[in-house]
């Protein structure tokens, strides 16, 4: 069965930092592309970045670029997001989510999220 | 990076059938044909529903259909029931490995 799980989240002040984790099991992990997606309070999805299947090619929305680093480890079959000065706007549940190929727009697993919330 | 267009809401009674938009540019929805739809419950997990503009992942109904014409891709529900009443959002490649997604829909079958 395949397995997203979402981990690293909490309370952040602004202008610090977090990783997120995401825990994949069921599937050769090193076959996929993964993403970020986030939803901040009241508000719709928004994708954040993306990671090919070696971790050789990474791409980021502007909102986040410069501020969070995407990345994985294949032997540890986790997903890693690494999230620098942090503000308020980047309140949000984080989930991570597998793309079945690179050639599809087919995201077909995702985790359950995980609460980022940053505040003083 | 603009989120695509999406109606806030829409609704219909049960049995009937409802059609969500999609609204983007020659950037994103016109230029690939590679659109998803997620439904996605409060707390839970997105799920997608379609892929490549109108292809259904295994497991979906039959009731979920999609397609695009030009920079508008759309998303229909025949046969509502009400466990359909969710969220719907629609994504894009955007190009250069960047995604869009659309600023949602909330459904609500009457």
Same mark, same amino acid.
């Given at each position: 069965e395949v397995q997203l799980v979402e981990s690293g989240g909490g309370l952040v002040q602004p202008g610090g930092s977090l990783r997120l984790s995401c825990a994949a099991s069921g599937f050769t992990f090193s076959s996929y592309y993964m993403h970020w997606v986030r939803q901040g309070p009241g508000k719709g999805l928004v994708w954040v970045s993306r990671i090919n299947n070696d971790g050789s090619s990474t791409s980021y929305a502007d909102s986040v670029k410069g501020r969070f680093t995407i990345s994985r480890d294949n032997a540890k079959n986790t997903l890693y997001l690494q999230m620098n000065?942090?503000?308020?706007?980047?309140?949000a549940v984080y989930y991570c989510g597998r793309q079945r190929s690179s050639g599809s727009s087919l995201f077909d697993y995702w985790g359950q999220g995980i609460l980022v919330t940053v505040s003083s | 990076q603009s989120a695509l267009t999406q109606p806030r809401s829409v609704s219909g009674s049960p049995g009937q059938s409802v059609t969500i938009s999609c609204s983007g540019t020659s950037s994103d929805v016109g230029n690939y044909e590679y659109v998803s739809w997620f439904q996605h419950y409060p707390g839970k997990a997105p799920k997608v529903i379609?892929? #490549?503009?109108s292809e259904r992942p295994s497991g979906v109904p039959d009731r979920f259909s999609g397609s695009k014409s030009g920079n508008t891709a759309s998303l229909t529900i025949s046969g509502?029931?009400?466990? #359909?009443?969710a969220d719907y959002y629609c994504c894009s490649y955007a190009g250069r490995y960047s995604w869009m997604f659309g600023g949602g829909t909330k459904l609500t079958v009457l």
């Open positions: 000065s942090l503000g308020a706007e980047d309140t | 379609i892929y #490549d503009v509502l029931q009400a466990e #359909d009443e």
